[in-house]
């Protein structure tokens, strides 16, 4: 079975929704699972001021809640060149599924880690390289290709893709089979929920009733 996972590196829902998408790898191996940044906030010129800090902090205390992950509130990455700009992460982890195809999802985790926990700016072209480098991507090959007008596009390609699927929040777990479309989760959801779900998936011959849960769109962070 195939299954699409849309998400983006610096949705929190997406992050606190890693370990439960790890323990769903580590129990159903066989499923081939596709992972594709949706585009949260690409191109976003977003300062992180007073007022955006207080309102991304209140998210993350929520994500927190519900899932355990802890955050770093100081938020070291905020500078006076840093924008919500989720491209460049987007960007990153397509890179890596071209070198690296079975390591993405550990590349995306260790994004998320940085970002969330270390307070690093994944924005930031050089910080990217270095995390690619922690799954034996060269920096200076992971950079040239980061830079390339052919990753550009394709980044841009999973983010259409994802609208023309009507993808509208983070993170969103579906099939795609005959041209037909059925969600089987939008939003957080515990492992044991995912389990009935895609347990249900394969042992009979519909799609169980979509489940949805908190999750981030280009709006909004919440329910």
């Not at 270095?130 to 841009?156: G, P, Q, R, Y």
Request: charged share 25%; aromatic share 16%.
């Amino acid at each position: 079975m195939k299954l699409y996972y849309f998400m983006d590196p610096m949705c929190s829902w997406c992050y606190g929704f890693s370990p439960e998408m790890k323990k769903l790898k580590e129990n159903y191996p066989n499923i081939d699972l596709q992972i594709i940044s949706g585009g949260f906030a690409p191109g976003s010129k977003q300062k992180v001021t007073k007022e955006y800090k207080d309102f991304l902090e209140y998210h993350w205390r929520n994500v927190s809640l519900c899932s355990g992950q802890y955050f770093d509130h100081s938020m070291k990455f905020i500078s006076d060149n840093f924008y919500y700009d989720t491209e460049p992460s987007s960007r990153a982890l397509v890179v890596v599924q071209g070198f690296l195809p079975e390591k993405d999802f550990e590349f995306l985790s260790l994004m998320q880690k940085a970002f969330y926990v270390e307070g690093k700016d994944i924005t930031n072209d050089e910080v990217l390289a270095e995390l690619a480098e922690e799954i034996d991507v060269d920096k200076n090959v992971f950079l040239e290709s980061f830079h390339s007008e052919e990753m550009k596009w394709k980044t841009a390609q999973g983010f259409q893709f994802s609208k023309q699927l009507g993808v509208k929040g983070f993170p969103t777990l579906l099939t795609f089979e005959n041209g037909i479309v059925k969600i089987l989760t939008h939003g957080f959801q515990p492992f044991e929920s995912l389990k009935e779900i895609i347990e249900e998936t394969m042992t009979t011959m519909f799609i169980p009733e979509s489940v949805y849960g908190q999750s981030c769109s280009d709006i909004s962070c919440g329910c």
